[in-house]
């Protein structure tokens, strides 16, 4: 999975896991970017079984991937830079960042991992995971959300060797990953 990362690091990389990934300057997008150059609804990313394309979906010329100009569906791959105006997005793949600087380390690599969310209500907006948390409705959750379709203790996130696994702790409504129901 790549995530999507600003060139001059002004924000936080984003994961690229919708199905459906959009920029521009409206509020429904799924990376809002409020520069004078960005269209209300600029760009599409779309993510079909782990194959990401690129899709122009304004009519403005100003939409560049590796320097040339995208029109209609363009596939996408790791290294990629996305420019919209003045805006440069990489598409980054965290693994193989993370074996490139962590080479002949014995490091734990869970201090990379986070989970981050834009509900405004939530005191914080990110989560570190260094060990094994859990998600849930239940105040002794390492992380607990007031929100109805989550179960008491309805997933477990665990760094091993470097990796984010996910359980699904028998929840009422199930846990999803882009659009798949999964136990593990």
């Known amino acids: 999975m790549l995530k999507l990362q600003f060139r001059d690091r002004r924000r936080?990389?984003?994961?690229l896991v919708d199905q459906n990934f959009?920029?521009?300057?409206?509020?429904?997008?799924s990376l809002m970017i409020n520069e004078k150059d960005i269209l209300d609804h600029h760009?599409?990313?779309?993510?079909?079984?782990?194959?990401?394309?690129l899709?122009?979906?304004?009519s403005s010329s100003n939409v560049l991937l590796n320097d040339k100009p995208v029109a209609t569906n363009t596939s996408l791959k790791a290294g990629d830079v996305i420019t919209i105006g003045s805006i440069e997005l990489e598409l980054?793949?965290?693994?193989?960042?993370?074996?490139?600087?962590?080479?002949?380390?014995?490091t734990n690599y869970s201090a990379g991992w986070s989970i981050y969310s834009s509900a405004s209500?939530?005191?914080?907006s990110r989560f570190v995971i260094n060990k094994r948390v859990v998600?849930?409705?239940?105040?002794?959750?390492?992380?607990?959300?007031?929100l109805e379709h989550l179960?008491?203790?309805?997933?477990a996130l665990e760094v091993k060797s470097g990796q984010l696994y996910m359980e699904d702790l028998d929840s009422s409504n199930g846990t999803f990953l882009n659009g798949r129901q999964v136990k593990q």
């Open 43 to 53: 760009i599409q990313i779309t993510n079909t079984q782990e194959k990401l394309s």
């Open 151 to 155: 179960s008491r203790k309805h997933v």
């Open 92 to 106: 980054i793949d965290p693994k193989s960042v993370n074996e490139q600087s962590n080479a002949g380390s014995t």
């Open 22 to 29: 959009t920029i521009g300057k409206a509020a429904d997008n």
């Open 135 to 146: 998600i849930g409705r239940d105040p002794s959750c390492d992380i607990t959300l007031p």
């Open 12 to 15: 936080e990389s984003v994961w």
């Open 121 to 124: 209500w939530l005191d914080q």
């Open 55 to 58: 899709n122009n979906v304004s």
